[in-house]
């Protein structure tokens, strides 16, 4: 049974560019969570889609755009990147609805911005 | 602002020993906590959730919860140098599917051969 699986692992941007990652949750998931974790800090949430819909938002500016397709796969996308959304970005998958179940984390993808 | 407290560290405890580790959280509507271990390097992975008042076990792990001095912890018994990581508290507004979880900065744990 794969788990939450991200991709890429390692991406190496420059400051302005775009960059797209992508998500597929845990079988029988069909939330999907994108967090931001800066070096020495905890996970800080930027969206959940549900129902191919963004139904919450962190503090994040709109530059963090996402997209949930049928299949429940998402994709986080970052415009006009800068040096400060160098980071490890987390996706974790869940049970939809008003369950109780736990998020599960994927093993995440590690960008860096030149 | 929403926040989840924890001490930094490093905690380091004897092989063997009990790890105790705290976190306390600002919003009193919180529903929904849990513990995520991290290794260097590695993405959290769940340890523990727990829901109500009191305490939870699981093998060498036991969560308290005591949500009217908004206290979270996570004990640690018979300590192995493998549970050496950095040990996140999370805490949600809701039950632990919907939503975001507000993450505290983390404790790192060291345990000592």
């Known amino acids: ?114 | 602002q929403k926040e989840v407290e924890q001490n930094s560290g490093p905690l380091s405890v004897p092989e063997g020993a009990i790890a105790s580790l705290n976190c306390t959280y600002s919003d009193r509507g919180s529903q929904s906590f849990f513990w995520y271990r991290q290794y260097s390097g590695k993405s959290p992975e769940l340890i523990m959730s727990i829901y109500s008042n009191g305490d939870k076990e699981d093998g060498r792990f036991t969560a308290q919860l005591n949500k009217a001095s908004q206290y979270v912890s996570l004990l640690i018994r018979d300590s192995q140098p493998s549970d050496s990581a950095t040990y996140l508290c999370a805490v949600s507004l809701y039950g632990g599917s919907q939503g975001n979880l507000i993450f505290g900065k983390g404790t790192k744990l060291s345990v000592k051969p």
């Open chain 1, 1 to 114: 049974d794969a788990g939450v699986t991200q991709s890429p692992t390692h991406l190496i941007k420059t400051r302005g560019q775009q960059v797209t990652l992508r998500c597929s949750p845990k079988s029988g998931h069909d939330t999907v969570s994108w967090y931001q974790q800066a070096l020495g800090q905890g996970p800080q949430f930027i969206f959940q889609y549900y129902e191919e819909e963004e139904r919450q938002r962190g503090n994040f500016p709109d530059r963090f755009s996402g997209h949930q397709f049928p299949n429940y796969s998402s994709e986080l996308n970052v415009n006009a990147l800068l040096l400060g959304d160098s980071a490890l970005y987390l996706c974790a998958s869940s049970p939809g609805g008003s369950s109780n179940q736990p998020q599960h984390f994927g093993d995440g993808t590690r960008l860096s911005i030149l």
